[in-house]
């Protein structure tokens, strides 16, 4: 399973889509505190937070933070 489809699955959204849609109270993912960096690949952090967010990254880290912090 990639990222994107396990945020999509945590966060109960039906869709992909769904994730950069959802009330600013449920954007942020704090089910994320519990997984890993390495988990997922790097580059599948990186993409989670470009099309979540709309915001360039260059780390996993980076790409982690903003995610629970949108």
Excluded: H
């Excluded at 990222?3 to 959802?22: H, I, K």
């Excluded at 519990?34 to 989670?48: M, Q, S, T």
């Amino acid at each position: 399973m990639e990222l994107l489809e396990y945020m999509v699955a945590q966060a109960g959204c039906g869709y992909l889509s769904a994730l950069r849609f959802l009330p600013v109270r449920q954007r942020r993912f704090c089910f994320l505190k519990k997984v890993k960096l390495d988990a997922f690949p790097k580059e599948e952090w990186i993409e989670a937070a470009r099309y979540i967010c709309q915001q360039k990254v260059n780390t996993a880290a980076e790409a982690k933070t903003i995610l629970m912090q949108r």
